[in-house]
């Protein structure tokens, strides 16, 4: 009888199953809150990186001896950009003695 007991009492309630089920659950529910914006950081992160670059690379192209500064494409010739940016593009302006670098409309840094 004691043994018939025993194997009866080895196993889990439902209630105690339920329990951690409810647990699991609320856990999955944070995580999924707390990594949601995570891929809006690291866009935001990559849309400032890359306007840094075409800058930076446009102050280099005009202090390795040119007298204005240059279009992307200049850029990428020149070997100061290794590829052409498809998040922004480079507007000249005052006979290209000036530059602004604008996103790049319907891209995510738009």
Request: aromatic letters at 6%; glycine letters at 10%; one cysteine or more.
């Amino acid at each position: 009888m004691r043994a018939l007991n025993e194997t009866a009492e080895a196993g889990f309630t439902l209630i105690e199953l339920l329990v951690v089920i409810v647990i699991l659950g609320i856990l999955a529910a944070v995580v999924v809150f707390s990594v949601r914006g995570i891929n809006d950081k690291g866009q935001a992160s990559a849309c400032k990186t890359d306007k840094s670059t075409i800058q930076t690379a446009e102050e280099a192209y005009l202090a390795g001896g040119h007298a204005t500064y240059g279009t992307m494409d200049d850029l990428v010739k020149g070997g100061f950009l290794s590829t052409p940016s498809t998040l922004y593009g480079v507007t000249l302006k005052n006979g290209n003695t000036e530059y602004d670098v604008t996103a790049t409309p319907g891209e995510p840094c738009a």
